[in-house]
């Protein structure tokens, strides 16, 4: 195979690319990796339910997202060090997502400097909205700073990362004993990504730096920027994310990487769509392969949805040029699925679209 022509393929190329011990880290999940493989195999349990003779004439995939228009309703997710992929990391990985009209979330551990993620990404016209994501920090001045570094950079909104506040036990990455490779760092971040540990309470102390709802005030008050909480898998959390004053919630169990044995978020999204109750938006992420699996998202209730780990493959397939094109496969397959279930446009698409299988 020289050419990939779906997701599966892109995988199965990047992995003969990147090092065994930074695929660990990319690409692996917590304990026996159960939520990793489900989040996947939850899409495929929901089955499509078309409609026919439908009139499809003068349809389009847009979506409006917190007062900014995406082309179609696909973001790519935060991911940390994206120059374990490519060396052009986050650059390419931001530019793909510009030239498609699609939105890009930049992660607090990314390996290029969030000025010159934004900086590429403005100079196209057409490009989707770009987010921050942010690791409330111990020291609050440092988390300010990001603040104000993204919001001077022209970033549109923050995603706050509520799910882990220490890190899951990730067999995979212990086995291969990954380390970063000299050149690649979380650059926002030069003190480390945590707290040193060894001190009293739980997990030798890093719990006492854990986010509570009070740090979710103080950051409104220190922003002007739009706030979603990423990592919402209870539909009571979903309430107090909105009660809060949260912009909206990302449906996210981390992509398997945190606590092991979580639902899919396939299985999570209706509830949480349910306890919102259309007060903000609610993205969700994991496991997405497929056009059809966006468009399952989108009849359970998601706003968008959040594309990972395929566009990292894609970035060590070809860089740039890789990554645009698993998000153009993503479009096209959810374009093909539209029309194919009778959908002019995403908001006619509904619950009735899907069924579970058994």
Excluded at 254 to 283: F, M, N, Q, W
Excluded at 334 to 351: F, H, P, Q, S
Aim: charged share 20%; aromatic share 4%.
């Amino acid at each position: 195979m020289t050419e990939p022509v779906t997701l599966a393929d892109h995988e199965r190329l990047a992995q003969a690319r990147i090092d065994p011990g930074a695929w660990a880290y990319l690409f692996g999940g917590a304990a026996d990796e159960i939520t990793l493989r489900d989040n996947s195999a939850a899409w495929q349990r929901l089955q499509l339910r078309p409609r026919v003779l439908r009139p499809l004439a003068g349809g389009h995939t847009r979506r409006t997202l917190l007062g900014r228009e995406l082309a179609h309703p696909l973001l790519v997710a935060p991911m940390a060090y994206q120059r374990l992929a490519h060396p052009q990391g986050e650059r390419a990985s931001a530019l793909a997502a510009a030239v498609l009209g699609l939105g890009y979330v930049l992660s607090t551990q990314a390996s290029v400097p969030l000025e010159e993620v934004a900086h590429l990404a403005h100079r196209e016209a057409a490009r989707g909205p770009l987010w921050f994501q942010l690791y409330l920090q111990p020291d609050r001045a440092l988390t300010r700073s990001l603040v104000d570094r993204a919001e001077a950079a022209g970033y549109e909104a923050l995603v706050l990362t509520v799910d882990a506040p220490v890190q899951g036990s990730r067999d995979q990455e212990r086995r291969t004993g990954f380390q970063l490779p000299p050149g690649v760092a979380a650059v926002h971040l030069p003190g480390g990504i945590a707290p040193a540990a060894g001190g009293a309470g739980l997990c030798a102390g890093l719990a006492e730096y854990s986010p509570t709802w009070e740090d979710l005030a103080w950051l409104r008050s220190v922003t002007r920027l739009p706030i979603l909480l990423k990592g919402i898998t209870h539909p009571d959390d979903a309430r107090l994310a909105v009660d809060h004053g949260a912009a909206g919630v990302i449906v996210s169990n981390h992509g398997g990487r945190t606590l092991d044995t979580l639902p899919a978020t396939a299985a999570l999204l209706p509830g949480i769509v349910a306890a919102v109750e259309g007060r903000a938006p609610v993205l969700v992420d994991g496991g997405v392969r497929r056009g059809t699996d966006v468009f399952k998202a989108l009849a359970l209730g998601a706003s968008a949805v959040l594309l990972g780990r395929p566009v990292l493959h894609g970035l060590a397939n070809a860089g740039a040029a890789g990554a645009a094109q698993v998000l153009r496969l993503v479009c096209d397959e959810l374009e093909m699925a539209m029309v194919l279930c009778g959908c002019r446009t995403l908001d006619d698409i509904t619950t009735e679209h899907v069924q579970r299988v058994g």
